[in-house]
């Protein structure tokens, strides 16, 4: 039971600590599990952020669902996505049930205008972490992935298959040598 309970209040605070939606999680999220924690390796946490990518939902919960499965199964999964999820519902609650009698004030308008540069840098912190060790063909690959979704508006569920195949298709033809 402390185990579950130590998923819970780690989530739970990643949760009600992190503005900006799920991608301002995830530098949270890779902190507390990898170096408050050590519950995992810098190289498992990018393979969980990976299939969580892919996976239908937020990232972020399906991060806290894979973290919390990894260690405590099913439990484990369920102690994790409600302490990222309470925090959210009660906050959104609140902001519902007050935020029409304070929508118009210039002090909240300024402070959300405010938040913006510091939910941006969330955001791009993850993504510079990531490439950290990334060969400079896999980060031209990445480059040049994000620009075709972004100008072209591919559709990035092709691209992650395209780039399943190209893995698939690489090992096949370099085996275990091939890996980076």
């Not at 579950?4 to 530098?27: H, N, Q, W």
Request: charged fraction near 10%; aromatic fraction near 14%; charge should be positive.
């Amino acid at each position: 039971m402390g185990k579950l309970f130590d998923i819970f209040l780690s989530f739970l605070k990643i949760g009600a600590f992190t503005f900006g939606g799920g991608y301002a999680m995830i530098p949270l999220i890779q902190h507390e599990v990898i170096n408050h924690r050590g519950w995992l390796t810098d190289k498992e946490f990018i393979d969980l952020l990976t299939i969580a990518q892919t996976a239908p939902g937020p990232i972020s919960l399906n991060t806290a669902v894979f973290v919390g499965y990894k260690f405590c199964r099913y439990w484990g999964a369920l102690a994790a996505v409600l302490g990222a999820v309470i925090p959210s519902f009660v906050i959104i609650l609140v902001v519902a049930i007050f935020f029409t009698n304070i929508r118009d004030n210039v002090w909240v308008d300024a402070a959300f205008k405010g938040m913006r540069p510091a939910v941006v840098a969330l955001i791009v912190a993850p993504i510079v972490g990531l490439t950290k060790g990334m060969h400079w063909v896999g980060l031209s690959i990445a480059l040049a992935t994000a620009l075709v979704v972004w100008h072209f508006g591919f559709s990035p569920i092709w691209l992650i298959i395209a780039g399943a195949i190209g893995g698939i298709v690489w090992m096949a033809r370099h085996g275990e040598e091939g890996k980076q």
